[in-house]
Structure formats: structure tokens, C-alpha cells
């Protein structure tokens, strides 16, 4: 019978593996485009918050440690936040373009990581 409505485990397995893999191509297509999009306006995207975190990464790079006394923080405590990131690629590259792309494509990679390892359980 051609147009049975039988549910088959095998049909039922590949289609779950083809809106995996079409999620999954979608998600690799829009955060590419998310990273195109960032690392063609910078620039624009830039606030006196980022300046000052880019800033205080600079300094945690070349004092090499994560707490500076000399920084005089804000109302917020960051003791442990993106300046650790940030300024890990500031070992690594002295523009700040390319450090602080290279820390956005690493925590959101961590981010969608985890959330994934979350939707798996």
C-alpha cells in the first residue's frame, strides 16, 4: 500500500537527521553572516562601553593579569568577564579589530556550544 500510514522507525530516523542537518546549515550560514556583518562594521558597531573593555583587555594583555589596580571600574564588578578574552588575542595580534573579532567569534562559538550540549540532554 502506497499511501499507508504506517510510522516507520527508518523514515522517521532520516527525517530527523535531515532537519538536523538543514538546522545545522542554517545556523553555519547565519553565523557566517553574523561575523561578515561584524567584521565589516566594526567600526560603527563601537561604544564607550567595548572601547573601555577593549581598553582594560589591552592593559590585562600587557601586564599579563587579570586584575589591574590602576583600572578604576564602573558601577559593575567585572572581575571575570570578556577583558580575559579580549586581551588572550592581544597576545596574539596587536590590531584591535582583529582581537576583538577573533574574542566575538570565541564566545559566541562557546555560547552556541553550550546550548547545544543543553538541547542534546
Given amino acids: 500500500m502506497p499511501f499507508s500510514n504506517r510510522n516507520d522507525n527508518n523514515t522517521n530516523r532520516i527525517s530527523e537527521k535531515t532537519y538536523q542537518l538543514i538546522f545545522f546549515i542554517l545556523f553555519l550560514v ?5 561575523m561578515f ?3 565589516t562594521h566594526m567600526e560603527k558597531l563601537l561604544d564607550s562601553d567595548d572601547a573601555s573593555e577593549l581598553i582594560l583587555s589591552k592593559m590585562v594583555a600587557e601586564q599579563n ?3 589591574i589596580k590602576e583600572w578604576f571600574y564602573s558601577t559593575e ?3 571575570l568577564n570578556t577583558q580575559l578574552v ?3 588575542f592581544f597576545k596574539f595580534f596587536d590590531s584591535w579589530h582583529t582581537a576583538r ?3 566575538i567569534f570565541t564566545m559566541w562559538s562557546n555560547c552556541w556550544r553550550h ?7
Fill in 30 to 34: 547565519s553565523f557566517a553572516y553574523l
Fill in 37 to 39: 556583518f561584524l567584521n
Fill in 65 to 67: 593579569t587579570p586584575l
Fill in 77 to 79: 564588578l567585572r572581575v
Fill in 86 to 88: 579580549y586581551g588572550f
Fill in 101 to 103: 573579532m577573533c574574542s
Fill in 115 to 121: 546550548a547545544a550540549l543543553c538541547l542534546s540532554n
